[in-house]
């Protein structure tokens, strides 16, 4: 027997597509967003100071949106998944593809180099899409390496690029990239550090990088 549909039922409306780019943490989000790409053109053309700025600052904003979203009392659930979707989509871009292309662009583009960025993409999609059905493992720990870790460590690693030779830290880079990417994936717990004081330590860690490569970038005009 058919199932009899009930007219006092109504549907549930879904929102426009356009109506996201409106949602305050989605907002925080898309301007993380703004700041990768802004870390991919620079490290496209080469300015690699100006590329960690960018990252470190998707970084900040990244941290953010969720922050923003637990203070909305008035979000729906259906809000609430759709922005996770929309984190998870800008986290590829801002954590894998971003670190990926800096390695590529910095080596020359050398295809020895196209594993390790193929690494670092692949492991983001696997660990967001188990992150994206199984959650946090337990009540404030991830498994795996979380995925922003990947940018925090990589604007702290460029800092040392001045002092070493392009095909020194070449190699440096590469392992970087290819042990977080096996990081990202392991079957071990990581504390949940987006919250409390951790995040006044970001926030202080943003504003330290930003000056440091900034430095950089001025001292050599």
Same mark, same amino acid.
């Given at each position: 027997?058919?199932?009899v549909?009930?007219p006092c039922?109504k549907?549930? !409306?879904t929102?426009? @597509?356009?109506?996201?780019? /409106?949602? =305050?943490p989605?907002i925080c989000?898309l301007v993380?967003l703004? /700041?990768a790409?802004?870390?991919?053109f620079?490290a496209l053309v080469?300015?690699? =100071?100006?590329?960690?700025?960018? #990252? @470190?600052w998707?970084? %900040?904003f &990244?941290?953010n949106?969720g922050?923003?979203?637990r203070?909305?009392k008035?979000?729906?659930a259906?809000?609430?998944q759709?922005?996770?979707?929309v &984190?998870?989509?800008?986290d590829?871009?801002?954590?894998?593809?971003?670190?990926?292309v800096? #390695?590529l $662009?910095?080596?020359h583009?050398d295809?020895?180099?196209?594993?390790?960025?193929?690494?670092?993409?692949?492991?983001?999609?696997l660990r967001?899409s188990?992150?994206?059905v199984?959650?946090?493992?337990? !009540?404030?720990?991830?498994k795996?390496?979380?995925?922003?870790?990947n940018?925090?460590i990589?604007?702290f690693v %460029?800092?040392?690029e $001045?002092?070493?030779? +392009?095909?020194? %830290? +070449?190699?440096?880079?590469?392992?970087?990239l290819v042990a977080? $990417?096996?990081l990202?994936?392991?079957p071990i717990? +990581?504390?949940?550090?987006?919250?409390g004081?951790?995040y006044?330590? #970001?926030?202080?860690?943003?504003?330290?990088? +930003?000056?440091?490569?900034?430095w950089?970038?001025?001292?050599?005009v």
């Open positions: 027997m058919l199932p549909k009930n039922l549907p549930i !409306e929102p426009s @597509i356009l109506s996201l780019a /409106f949602d =305050p989605n989000s993380g703004f /700041f790409l802004l870390a991919l620079f080469g300015n690699y =100071p100006a590329a960690m700025i960018g #990252l @470190i998707a970084v %900040f &990244d941290w949106d922050k923003i979203a203070i909305m008035s979000r729906t259906i809000q609430g759709i922005g996770g979707q &984190d998870s989509l800008i590829i871009v801002s954590f894998g593809v971003c670190p990926a800096i #390695l $662009s910095y080596g583009y295809p020895m180099l196209f594993p390790g960025a193929f690494l670092i993409v692949a492991a983001g999609v967001l188990y992150f994206n199984f959650g946090l493992s337990g !009540e404030s720990a991830y795996g390496l979380a995925y922003d870790n940018a925090i990589l604007v %460029f800092l040392f $001045s002092i070493m030779t +392009t095909a020194a %830290f +070449t190699v440096v880079l590469y392992t970087t977080l $990417s096996v990202n994936v392991a717990r +990581t504390p949940k550090l987006n919250g004081v951790w006044y330590v #970001l926030a202080l860690y943003t504003l330290a990088i +930003t000056l440091a490569y900034g950089l970038l001025f001292s050599n």
